[in-house]
């Protein structure tokens, strides 16, 4: 290939990277006013930051975190944060609620990404303000990726609930707290490797986390958390308590649509704490 070539190759190919980059397509099109019609949202890394690598190197478990840039106050505190995969056959990830009582609206967890995609976090302040931080990420097959062999085993520890919390927890500061739950999380698009079928949809959809019975967390999510779910959130622990994780799942018909889903089982797990 020649130098003119070369740079005739590059020319052409440019405005499709930048493209692939930079697509807010799906978000403007679709997602802004199905979630937030009528809302001005300044893009901006003031409220919340999102953090994602460049390149998944697992596309079925991507790293997810959400940091906030300010403190959980009575007067001033992150109210909500929406996530989204642009890109993915059903882009919500999911919608999180944040209290006071959270200490830090900071938030970690992995997600499935399909294709090329931008992944975005939109923050609601009490007082009504959105800001919006988004992420570029290489990876593909997330959503579709093969069920793991060992699946009527996972069934079997379907619900099992692990909590961890930081080293050096002291009263009354924010401590982070690690939610591990055994669930395949079944997207509805992936194979079934034992008997080469594709699997309904089965993941949990509801989930509320309470310390001595106040509400810290709060979340519906979909089929974009990965297998075996992981969260990483903040409490406030001002006293001994329990740290009690409540949760459902869901199977529905369609992967893409919610229309006719059938509500399974609930679960609960709570921890004790005492900084």
């Known amino acids: 290939m020649s130098k003119l070539q070369k740079i005739a190759y ?18 403007n099109n679709s997602l802004k006013n199905q979630f937030f ?21 697992d596309p079925a478990i991507v790293p997810v975190k959400v940091v906030s840039k300010m403190p959980q106050t009575q007067d001033k505190y992150i109210k909500k944060i929406w996530v989204f995969v642009d ?15 959270s200490g830090k609206a900071d938030l970690a967890m992995r997600v499935r990404v399909n294709t090329y995609s931008n992944i975005r976090a939109i923050a609601e302040t009490n007082d009504g303000k959105f800001t919006m931080s988004k992420k570029f990420v290489k990876a593909s097959g997330g959503c579709s990726a093969p069920i793991g062999a060992d699946l009527d085993e996972a ?3 379907l619900g099992k609930v692990k909590f961890r919390l930081d080293d050096g927890m002291q009263v009354g500061q924010p401590t982070q707290a690690q939610l591990m739950i055994s669930h395949p999380n079944i997207t509805g698009m992936q194979m079934d490797q034992m008997t080469r079928f594709v699997r309904k949809s089965h993941f949990i959809d509801q989930l509320h986390v ?16 990965s297998a075996d779910p992981n969260f990483r959130f903040y409490f406030v622990p001002d006293k001994p308590g329990e740290l009690k994780a409540n949760f459902s799942d869901i199977s529905c018909e369609s992967p893409t649509s ?8 609930h679960y609960s797990q709570q921890y004790t704490v005492t900084p």
Not at 37 to 57: D, H, Q
Not at 259 to 265: L, W
């Open 10 to 27: 590059l020319l052409m190919i440019l405005p499709a990277i930048a493209l692939a980059e930079g697509d807010d397509i799906t978000w």
């Open 87 to 101: 890109k993915n056959p059903f882009p919500f990830v999911g919608e999180f609620e944040f209290f006071p009582e």
């Open 210 to 225: 309470t310390f001595n019975d106040k509400p810290v967390l709060n979340a519906k999510i979909d089929i974009a958390i």
């Open 37 to 57: 019609a009528g809302k001005t949202i300044e893009e901006s890394n003031a409220v919340i930051e999102l953090e994602a690598p460049y390149r998944a190197e």
């Open 258 to 265: 919610r229309a006719v889903c059938k509500p399974g089982e």
């Open 155 to 157: 069934m079997k520890r």
